[in-house]
């Protein structure tokens, strides 16, 4: 498969994780047990720049650290997913790569001290893992349509 191929395939399947977040933390409660990605990555952002974690409230959204930290969520996502491209079963190995990746998101969170936002209820951590398990299964069906070709 080329490198476009494998690159568009995983833009699916990072495309896929992070309209997954957005949908469930703006259709359900706040205090609901959906994981906040979005926030996490904010987090990670913000320390890796030396602006500190600070606690993330609905008015950073749409902020130049958001947005940063949601581009650089989709294109780091891309890269991980990508590699689902040149397998023999591609939606079986991307579920993988994305139940991996969401483990390291759960790791990043306890690291960043910003635990809460992956882990605020006992199913908001399986749903983390769940969440970019669906981003590489997505990656893996994209994978699959564009080789066929």
């Not at 609901?32 to 008015?59: E, F, H, I, K, W």
């Not at 650290?65 to 591609?90: H, I, W």
């Amino acid at each position: 498969m080329s490198f476009a191929r494998s690159l568009a395939a995983g833009l699916t399947g990072a495309l896929t994780l992070n309209a997954l977040n957005e949908a469930a933390h703006r259709l359900t409660a706040p205090d609901a047990a959906v994981p906040r990605l979005d926030r996490l990555g904010t987090a990670a952002l913000s320390r890796a720049l030396g602006l500190g974690v600070r606690p993330a409230r609905q008015a950073d959204e749409g902020g130049a650290v958001y947005g940063a930290a949601l581009a650089l969520d989709v294109a780091v996502n891309t890269v991980t997913y990508a590699t689902v491209a040149g397998s023999k079963r591609p939606v079986l190995r991307g579920a993988a790569t994305g139940a991996l990746s969401g483990a390291v998101a759960l790791a990043a969170a306890a690291l960043l001290d910003r635990g809460q936002d992956v882990a605020r209820r006992p199913a908001t951590p399986a749903l983390t893992v769940l969440w970019y398990s669906v981003g590489g299964a997505a990656a893996g069906l994209a994978a699959r349509a564009l080789g066929e070709r």
